[in-house]
Each structure stands twice: as structure tokens, then as C-alpha cells.
């Protein structure tokens, strides 16, 4: 068993649910799991695994090509009608998935389970003509194919974009409401609308696919229906027995039929939650589930009026939580449940409603719960969104959460910052009908925390990672790599060439705005080849990849013709996310303090440095690091070029839409891990990193300089997302937020912090100021023994950490070993 | 008025202040989220004290070798020639140092720092006006402590007004050892008056401050008066040292005297428990800790020394300890 789990066995939980975590965690010993299974049209060109949605994924670049032959290997052939290819490519992956799902992969329901709905981690063919298939081989293969051109843009410290699955949020509440055959009748509607008889062209194809694929999840619950009943007659236990029998009665409505009370609409909820899964073949990163707590009230509280009793309503959620689970499964035998990254099937509770009214509700008490009893359960990821009207009850629950959770990610979503993101996003990109201040309250994160709007949006909100660190590094070098890229395999050095334009001699320039007239022109040419790059998948998927079940989902693709994959969407964006921000802010503050400020040294001699990784160079680089201004300090000098730079990146950003599918590109800031891996790709940095050193992840500032704390910590990223006008209307309008995205922000607290409830109160009063003064969303950790070991270990990337213990405050690293030892220990032993 | 003479102090009266550390979200020093001031210069020098860098009211140098990289640079610097590299790292000549900080200014990984910068009263209002979004929901605010506040009085004074003038609760900490009419004119601003009483008998409370404590005792005496006039709330903190004041007898002498002048006037009693974290900033500053080998309270002596304080007759509630405790004796 899992050494965290144990601590947990005081919680209150069922022999049901135990037996069901246990299994669980019992991973690769499992007789039964969810791992991939592969299937082929049977034709020899076939592939099932495309590789563009793993081009945001570096460490999977070397592994394409076993991918493709070993999944075609582990491939089962089911043989197709013969006109099967004369349809689209939309219709046939309908057919195709669906015959999948509901005629060959085994149903099954694991003992005591109240929610039906087992594998569904597939990797189903593309099903595509020889002629087809060749032109994509074409155009992803070979020295000038996609691939090679992913992985240049890595190799020379650029990032990595892709066209992506996932990472949206279907429209879960309105199939509850309609059923799938309120959609399928939709569909139907849309169909007749485009002529009588047979109406030919790819709108028509595209409808039918759709239609193919709103059948698929009442036949797959008819499958399972049979199931409960089969199990039901050979069952002994008279209690067990009638839920199989109550089970097998929900799966022959939902969710075809709307949901009548709260476990239909949780089995309907997980059966076309699953699916979304496989049809995308993507087994769940950022397929979200959004606000939760909303859509499933009204059945909760008809299912309480019926006398439902709050535990076993529990007990149905905490079945789909364990559901939500086994999408790790898919890689099962790598070992750790297969778990290689938070997936993110994020949830959304409470938050604001119309007229800034709080929804907080009794299903988002459950709801904490059932997590807070399931613990250390990974999925779905719950995250809060507070706001200035959030209930004292949501916030004292989130901190006794979070002071118990043992180290486990606990995400918290800012309404006010988050919906003048969503709001900037109507606005720039001229859909104030789509998002405007009466419905921006909808919204909710997908992934870790990217803000979406729900049910009609894709907004590829981990489709483009960008280094802007890079062009930094372009204006020292008038516009090429300053270092060489090295093969791995042979040791041969790249020859370095002339990437991007000639900014001119940065000797020659006289005063600083010169280097950042300069630096405005290599953002705006990275941010172009970004575009560029994306273009090439994202066409790609256009053309051959099509999600037909999902795009059923998503408001816009019906009345348009279009799959979601095609830009069908409303709301159809991709996301430009800044990686290495504090690391490009910071490396600026040094050039100008050092070469303007200061001259301290000539612009050449920084350069040589760099290029040396700063050996020979160590008094510098201690300049830079110690001397040089930082972002994250509520320093308003150095926050105001971070500022600058928020605003560079933004605007070039907003500049560029898709050619093929005509997504308008808007700015965000996450980093998944590309911070720590890029960091050995990118050269030195002018700030005093060294190549190998991480970069500084999303928003936050670079590692150990926030060494004023939590709250000029935050101060900052406040200030560089826009800050508040200076006119407080009391609500979202006064804030200013240049990210729709949202970005990605992590601070680690003192477990101190939360010791009692005087200091529990004290936390609050800090949360209540973020939703003031911060960002989007804030992941909050706590300090632990590992992090001071690191420390002890690593002094320089731990500058921060402040030891706070009844009056006597020391920086950790500044502080000897013996002592250092000492603080450790009573972190350990919880004394403060 | 005491026989304690302000103008003994070092600190000429001024609207600039020296400040040794701004800390903030600071969790300790009053409710809720604080910014807390800590400002250089002391009249007592308690042997047990963790900050040490707080007593002295000159800037002090101090090397610390986590990030020095060995460049001599500060050596090369210093006119005085204050400075030498020896194996152990930057040795500082205490006689030679003159304080000018010339060396902390070259220092390119700011090994060599200068503790002690001074603020001129207005720029440090709107420093510590930044973080006034996280006092307002939990009656936080800024702390003045020390060193002790009251010895830099108009630049505290100049402070305290700026913090009310833009409506942040302001608490002010102080060891008791001045003149009253300094602490009238500062209660004047400040909204919670943080009260040290260290240790009731005179001969100890000399021996491990280095002053008596006749004056701050007749000031506490005082305070009811005092706060009268100047609705103020008051919390008395008693540093509770191992070997030193952590006496029945202290204790239940302090808690009579509370009860006994201090009674309809006391909001809190802090019994803090002796910090051991202490010895490195000695080390730093040349100097050896009377305390340095000393182990930290037993919890269950801190609970007994409550009960004592509650002998007094005092309520319940208002008795506490604080700070960090070892479960059992080892």
C-alpha cells in the first residue's frame, strides 16, 4: 500500500470505498485495469498513435517512432464495410470509435462499484486511405516534416508547440439537461436544415459523423445495463443486489434520456466524461469537468426531496472519483499506477455567480469531502475559485484542507483577476457576445488552472510554450543561438546560424531602451516562429484527425459544420504560455543594471560570459545574481519593466491567428515542467543563472529571489498581470488582467503558518489579500524536510526561505548546519 | 517622569530612523497579518536575546559565508583595514570597523552586508502600506519593534502617525525602559501597546539586561492611567528563559503585580518560550551566547507556569504560551 495512504485510514470511509482505493492502489497487481488497447482497420499503413498531440511532451520526441510501431504491432484488426473509406474521415472515426467501444472492448464492473463505466483508454486507428496516410507520413516524417522541426525548435531552446488534446471543458450540465438524444435531435435539426434527401459537402459528412457518435454512449449503457443485470442474478447480498438492479435501471435511461436524480447524473456525467477520453484516444490530461457543484445541484437536492441519504450521495461520488483514477491506467506498466504527471481532470467548485452573488452550495461541502475522505486520491483535481463575497465556511474548510493534505496540491482559482482575463479575451478577440460581463461568472479553469469559458470553448490552452527567455538571448547575439547545439548521440556540434533578424551591434547601443527597442524585435520574430511552428500541427489535425463524439460537446461545432478539432468551437483559441517570464524580466534588470546603471561591465563582456557559462567570469555572475534588481520582491522599479515585458508578450501575441483553422492566439503563463528540463537546454542567462540551472516556472519569480515573502510575492504578480484601477467599483471591473489563460503560481509556506486556529485565521487574511493584490490562481505548499534538506544542499535556489519561530526570523540558508539540522527536526515533528 | 534620560540615548532625535528589517507577513507580533519594523538599537541587552543584531544602534558589519565566492574584493575595499581572509572565511576587526559599509556596497554575492539602514519616516509609511490589503480582514497591521521603538521616539512617533493616517492598525513593542512621557506621546498613535516584562527582581533583571527594572515597573504602574486617556490594548509578554525567568517565583510575583495594577487593563499575557535558534547571529557578530547550549522549554513546564501566572487570580483566557516547546525531557 501507499506509505501516504496509511496516514490516512483514520478518515471516514466505507468498506466499499476502501476495498475499491485499495484495489486501486494495488496498480500493476490489478487483475483488472484500464490500460491502453489498440485497434486497427487492419489495413498495412494503418497508425493509431498520433504523435501531434505529444509534440508539447520533449521527453516523448525520441520515443515517436516506437510509439507508431509498437502500438501498430499491439494492434487488433476490426475488419470494415467496404464503402468504409468512402466517407469522411469524420465519419469513419465515428463508426470506428463507437464499434470500439461498444462491441469489442469487455465491460465490466468492479465489486460494490454504484457507477458503471470501465476501460476506456484506446488508441484507436486514424482510419485513414493509403493516400492519405502517405501524405501525412509526409508531411510529419523526414528532415523538413513537423517532427524534425518540433524538436529543432526544443533543441535550440525555443519550447516546443503542438497541436493538443484535451484541455477544454465539455458541456456536461446542458447533456444532463438534454440527454444525448436532446443532442442527437439537434444534430438531426442542423442536418435537415442543409436540404432534403441526402445533402452532400463536408458540413453534412461532418453532422452525420456527429450523429454517428450521439449514439454511442446509449448504446454503451446498454451494454453495461446488461452487465448490472447478469451480475445482479448471481448476486447473494440483498443490499448489493438492489443497487445493481437500481444501477441497471439508471443505465437503461442515461444518458440518452436527461438525468432524473443525482446518480443518473452522475453515471450519465462519468459514462460521456469517459468517452470524451476515448474518443480523443488521450486518456485525460485537462479534459475537465468544470463546475461540478453547479450543474449537479439541482439532482441533489431532487434525489435528497426523495430521501437520498447524504453519505451514500457521497458514496456515489467517491465511485467516480476512483473512476477518474484509472484514466492513469493507460501506461499501467510503467510502474507508480502509470501515474507519470497530474493529468487534470480539474473540477471547479463554488465561485461567483450573476451579480458577484456566491454559489456556494451543500454539494460543494460533499463535494471537499469526499476528497478530503478519499485522500491521497490524485483526480479529478479539485480547485476553489474565492472571491471577495466567498463564504467564511469555504475558506476556514480550505485551510484545514490544505494545513492536512500532507503535501498534496491544493489549487485555488481568484475570481475577480481571473474574469478581467476572460473579459480581455471578449474584447481582443471581438466576441463580446461569447464573453462579456453578464456570463464571464461561468467560467472555469481546465488543466492545471487555464481559464475557459464553458461547454463552446477550446482555447489549446497547452498548445504553445514559449521561452522568452530567447529573445533576450537574440538581441547579445544580433539574432542566432549563442551556443551551439550539441548531438547527444554524437557529440557533433551544430553550425550556428542566422535565425532571426539583426537587431544590430548591442555594443553600439547607448542607453538601455535601445536594448529593449531591440528585445521587442526578437519577442515579436519568436512569438512568428511559435505560430509558424503550431501552424504545421494544428493543420495536420485539421485535415486528419477528427474528434466527432467530443465535438458534440462543444457548442459551435454543430451549427458551424465543423469538428472542434477544425476550430469549431465558439470559442476557438489557442494559447501562447510564456515560459522562463521572471528568468527574461530578471536577465533585463541585470543588462540594465550592470551594463547602463551601473557599467559595471560592457555589453561584450556579459555576452562572453554567457557564452562561457559564465566560468571565468564568477564575480560577474555574482553581481548578477546578488546585485542585479529581481522580479518578486514588490520592488516597483524592477515590477515595472516586468510590467513592459507582460506587455511585449502580450501584444505581439494577440497578433497572430491560426492560417488553416482560424484560432486567434491569446497570452497565458504555465510552465508544466519545461522550467526545470529547458533549463538544461538553454544557455547561461544574464540574470546569473547557468545552463543546467532551472528556469523560473510561469509566473512566479525566479527561484529563492522572492526574499520578501508571500505577500510582496504576490504584490508583484499582481501588479505585472495589470494591477486595479485606481476607481474600485467594488467588483471584477476594477481589476486589470493581461492573461485570459490565467498563469501558474506557486508559493511555499511555513507549516507554522497553520499550526492553530489563530494562525489558520491569519492564512485567511493572506488569501483574502492575494484575491486583492495576486494573480489568477495560487497552488499552495508547504514547507517540508525534503525542501530544507534541499536547501541545505542547494543554499542558492533557496534564498527565501524564511524560519519564522516566535519572534526569531532567519533566512534557512543563512543559518550553520547544526542549526539548519535543528529546524528540520521540529518541522518534522510538527513543532513550531 | 523616570530618572531614565532620553538624551543618554545614542539615537539623535530625527525623522530618520535606522531600521534593521522589515519582515513581513509577520504572524507573531500582534493579530492578525503584520508588518513588522524591527528598528536597531536597544537600552537593555538581555543575555538571552535572539536578535542580537537589534542591540546595537550603529549599523554593524557581518560576514556570512554562504554566497561569498572568495573575491577579496572587500578586503581590497576597506581603508581601515578592517578586513582579512582567513580560512574560515572574511574575519571582521571590530576595532578597526568603522561601520561605513563600503565593503557591503562592493560585495558582488552580498556575503558582507550591513546591518542598519536608515528610512526617513515617509518612505517607510509607504513601504509598509504595501501589504495593507492582507491586514484588513484580520485586524493586522504594523508592528514597531525592535531594538526598541521608543529610543528612535520622533522618527517612531513620525511612523505610527503616517500608518493611522491611512487607517493601519499600529501596535507598538517595547521592553518598558523609557521615558513615560515618550510612551504617552507615542500611545497617542498606537493601537495595541505590546508590553515586556522580563523578570521582577531588580538584582536578576540586572544581571540579564544589564539595566534594573525599577523604571519600567513604575511605568507599568502607570499604563492604566495612561491608556485612560489614550484608548490603547495592552499585551504583556514574558520571555520565559531556561535557568534565568522561568521561576515560579517570577512568575507568580509578575502575575501579582499584573493582577494588581494591570488588571481591568491586560487583554493578554504571552508566556513566549526561550528560542535556541539564536547562535549563528552571535557568531556573526564576533560575540558568544550566554544561551548557547541552553534546551528549549518543556511544553509541560510551559503549561505548569501558566497555571502559576493564573495563581494571580487573573482570567484564563487572557494567559498564554507561546513558541516552540520540546515534549519531554531527554
Request: net charge neutral; proline share 4%; with cysteine.
Amino acid at each position: 500500500m501507499n506509505p501516504v495512504m496509511e496516514k490516512n485510514q483514520s478518515k471516514k470511509i466505507s468498506p466499499r470505498i476502501q476495498w475499491l482505493r485499495d484495489y486501486y492502489f494495488s496498480g500493476n497487481k490489478r487483475k483488472w485495469n484500464n490500460e491502453y488497447t489498440v485497434w486497427s482497420t487492419g489495413t498495412p499503413w494503418d497508425l493509431q498513435y498520433h504523435e501531434f498531440t505529444y509534440y508539447i511532451v520533449p521527453e516523448a520526441y525520441l520515443m515517436f517512432d516506437v510509439m507508431r510501431g509498437g502500438y501498430a504491432q499491439a494492434a487488433r484488426t476490426i475488419p470494415v464495410e467496404k464503402d468504409f473509406f468512402n466517407q469522411s474521415i469524420s465519419q469513419r472515426r465515428a463508426a470506428f470509435v463507437k464499434e470500439v467501444m461498444v462491441n469489442h472492448l469487455p465491460q465490466e464492473i468492479l465489486p460494490g462499484d454504484l457507477i458503471a463505466g470501465g476501460r476506456f483508454n484506446v488508441l484507436t486507428s486514424m482510419c485513414l486511405t493509403q493516400k492519405e496516410q502517405a501524405d501525412y507520413n509526409k508531411r510529419i516524417l523526414g528532415k523538413s516534416g513537423v517532427r524534425a522541426k518540433v524538436k529543432w525548435f526544443h533543441d535550440h531552446g525555443y519550447g516546443n508547440a503542438g497541436a493538443t488534446s484535451g484541455h477544454l471543458l465539455p458541456g456536461h450540465g446542458q447533456v444532463l439537461k438534454l440527454g444525448w438524444k436532446g443532442i442527437h435531435q439537434q444534430i438531426t435539426e442542423q442536418l435537415v436544415s442543409l436540404g432534403n434527401g441526402s445533402p452532400a459537402g463536408p458540413k453534412a459528412a461532418q453532422l452525420r459523423a456527429m450523429l454517428t457518435a450521439s449514439t454511442m454512449a446509449r448504446d454503451l449503457a446498454e451494454k453495461y445495463s446488461r452487465v448490472c443485470i447478469r451480475l445482479m442474478e448471481s448476486e447473494t447480498n440483498g443490499t448489493r443486489e438492489k443497487e445493481l438492479k437500481q444501477m441497471a435501471q439508471n443505465l437503461t435511461r442515461v444518458p440518452w434520456e436527461p438525468a432524473d436524480d443525482f446518480w443518473e447524473a452522475v453515471q450519465a456525467l462519468w459514462i460521456n466524461h469517459m468517452l470524451v477520453m476515448s474518443d480523443e484516444n488521450y486518456p485525460g490530461p485537462g479534459v475537465s469537468l468544470g463546475r461540478m457543484d453547479q450543474y449537479l445541484l439541482p439532482y441533489w437536492e431532487k434525489s435528497k426531496a426523495d430521501g437520498m441519504d447524504r453519505e451514500f450521495a457521497k458514496e456515489i461520488l467517491k465511485c467516480f472519483w476512483i473512476h477518474c483514477n484509472t484514466a492513469y491506467d493507460a501506461t499501467i506498466r510503467c510502474g507508480n499506477q502509470g501515474i507519470t504527471a497530474g493529468y487534470g481532470q480539474l473540477i471547479t467548485l463554488s465561485g461567483m455567480g450573476a451579480d458577484k452573488k456566491d454559489l456556494t452550495n451543500e454539494l460543494t461541502y460533499m463535494i471537499l469531502e469526499v476528497i478530503d475522505e478519499l485522500s491521497p486520491i490524485l483526480e479529478p483535481k479539485p480547485n476553489v475559485r474565492l472571491h471577495r463575497g466567498a463564504p467564511e465556511k469555504l475558506y476556514d474548510l480550505c485551510i484545514d484542507m490544505i494545513s492536512t493534505s500532507q503535501g498534496a496540491p491544493f489549487l485555488l482559482n481568484f475570481d475577480e483577476r481571473s474574469m478581467a482575463g476572460m473579459l480581455l479575451q471578449g474584447q481582443k478577440g471581438e466576441i463580446p457576445g461569447l464573453i462579456n460581463e453578464n456570463n464571464v461568472h461561468d467560467y472555469a479553469p481546465v488543466g492545471c488552472l487555464e481559464n475557459t469559458m464553458v461547454g463552446n470553448d477550446r482555447s489549446g490552452t497547452v498548445d504553445n510554450n514559449l521561452n522568452i527567455l530567447k529573445a533576450v538571448e537574440r538581441v547579445l547575439t544580433r539574432g542566432k543561438d549563442l551556443i551551439p547545439y550539441t548531438d547527444p548521440m554524437t557529440g557533433k556540434k551544430e553550425k550556428i546560424t542566422q535565425e532571426g533578424p539583426d537587431t544590430g551591434d548591442p555594443a553600439s547601443f547607448t542607453c538601455f531602451d535601445q536594448f529593449m527597442d531591440a528585445f521587442k524585435i526578437q519577442m515579436a520574430f519568436i512569438v512568428q516562429q511559435c505560430a509558424d511552428l503550431y501552424e504545421l500541427s494544428e493543420s495536420l489535425r485539421n485535415d486528419y484527425f477528427a474528434t466527432p463524439y467530443l465535438s458534440c460537446l462543444v457548442k459551435g461545432c454543430m451549427e458551424s459544420g465543423r469538428d472542434v478539432t477544425q476550430g469549431g468551437a465558439q470559442i476557438s483559441f489557442t494559447t501562447l504560455e510564456a515560459v522562463t517570464y521572471a528568468t527574461t524580466v530578471d536577465s533585463l534588470l541585470a543588462v540594465k543594471h550592470l551594463v547602463y546603471d551601473t557599467k559595471t561591465c560592457a555589453i561584450a563582456q556579459l555576452t562572453a560570459a554567457l557564452k562561457n557559462n559564465w566560468k571565468g567570469h564568477e564575480i560577474l555572475q555574482a553581481q548578477a545574481k546578488n546585485r542585479a534588481p529581481k522580479y518578486g520582491r514588490d520592488d516597483d522599479a524592477a515590477d515595472s519593466l516586468a510590467r513592459q515585458v507582460m506587455e511585449i508578450f502580450c501584444n505581439e501575441t494577440w497578433k497572430h491567428k491560426t492560417r488553416s483553422t482560424n484560432r486567434q492566439f491569446r497570452p497565458g503563463m504555465l510552465s508544466w515542467n519545461y522550467w526545470a528540463g529547458d533549463g538544461h537546454v538553454m544557455a547561461a542567462s544574464a540574470d546569473g543563472r547557468e545552463q543546467g540551472q532551472f528556469l523560473s516556472n510561469a509566473i512566479c519569480p525566479s527561484n529563492g529571489a522572492d526574499i520578501n515573502g508571500p505577500t510582496a510575492n504576490s504584490n508583484s504578480v499582481g501588479k505585472v498581470l495589470g494591477g486595479k484601477l485606481a476607481q474600485d467599483t467594488g467588483d471584477f471591473k476594477a481589476f486589470v488582467n493581461d492573461l485570459p489563460n490565467g498563469a501558474s503560481h506557486t508559493i511555499t509556506f511555513n507549516p507554522s503558518l497553520l499550526k492553530d486556529p489563530d494562525h489558520r485565521n491569519k492564512f485567511k487574511a493572506f488569501l483574502k489579500g492575494y484575491n486583492e493584490n495576486g494573480g489568477t490562481a495560487l497552488q499552495i505548499n508547504m514547507l517540508d524536510p525534503d525542501m530544507l534538506m534541499d536547501a541545505q544542499k542547494n543554499p542558492g535556489d533557496h534564498r527565501h526561505l524564511l524560519v519564522r519561530i516566535t519572534g526569531y526570523n532567519a533566512y534557512f540558508t543563512s543559518i550553520g548546519k547544526e542549526l539548519q539540522d535543528e529546524v528540520i527536526k521540529r518541522i518534522s515533528h510538527g513543532q513550531f | 517622569m523616570g530618572s531614565f534620560n532620553m538624551t543618554d540615548s545614542p539615537m539623535k532625535p530625527s525623522a530618520r530612523g535606522m531600521v534593521l528589517e522589515i519582515q513581513r507577513m509577520s504572524t507573531e507580533d500582534g493579530p492578525g497579518l503584520r508588518t513588522t519594523v524591527f528598528l536597531k538599537g536597544c537600552p537593555l541587552a538581555c543575555d538571552w536575546c535572539h536578535n542580537p543584531e537589534s542591540i546595537s544602534p550603529k549599523p554593524q558589519l557581518v560576514w556570512q559565508g554562504t554566497g561569498c565566492i572568495g573575491c577579496g574584493i572587500c578586503i581590497e575595499t576597506c581603508e581601515n583595514n578592517a578586513l582579512s581572509l582567513t580560512p574560515g572565511g572574511v574575519v571582521i576587526n571590530r576595532d578597526l570597523c568603522q561601520g561605513c559599509g563600503h565593503c557591503a556596497d562592493q560585495c558582488p554575492s552580498l556575503s558582507i552586508t550591513l546591518l542598519g539602514v536608515t528610512w526617513t519616516a515617509q518612505d517607510l509609511v509607504k513601504e509598509l502600506a504595501k501589504d495593507r490589503a492582507y491586514f484588513q480582514s484580520s485586524r493586522g497591521g504594523v508592528t514597531l519593534s525592535g531594538g526598541e521603538a521608543t529610543l528612535q521616539h520622533e522618527f517612531s512617533l513620525e511612523v505610527l502617525k503616517g500608518l493611522q493616517a491611512q487607517g493601519i492598525h499600529t501596535a507598538l513593542d517595547t521592553c518598558g525602559m523609557t521615558a513615560i512621557s515618550i510612551l504617552e506621546k507615542l500611545l497617542g498613535h498606537t493601537d495595541l501597546l505590546l508590553f515586556d516584562i522580563k523578570e521582577m527582581d531588580e538584582t536578576r533583571h540586572k544581571s540579564f539586561t544589564g539595566a534594573s527594572n525599577a523604571i519600567i515597573l513604575e511605568n507599568l504602574m502607570q499604563l492604566p492611567g495612561l491608556l485612560k486617556k489614550h484608548p490603547t490594548e495592552l499585551w504583556i509578554r514574558t520571555p520565559i528563559i531556561p535557568g534565568a525567568t522561568d521561576r515560579d517565583d517570577n512568575i507568580r510575583s509578575m502575575g501579582s503585580f499584573i493582577a494588581l495594577h494591570l488588571k481591568d487593563t491586560v487583554c493578554r499575557w504571552e508566556l513566549c518560550a526561550f528560542n535556541t535558534l539564536g547562535k549563528d547571529k552571535y557568531t556573526r557578530l564576533g560575540k558568544t551566547w550566554a544561551h548557547e547550549t541552553t534546551l528549549p522549554m518543556e511544553k509541560r513546564r510551559m503549561d505548569n507556569l501558566v497555571e502559576t501566572a493564573l495563581e494571580s487570580g487573573l482570567d484564563r483566557a487572557i494567559v498564554v504560551h507561546t513558541g516552540a516547546t520540546r515534549p519531554i525531557s531527554p
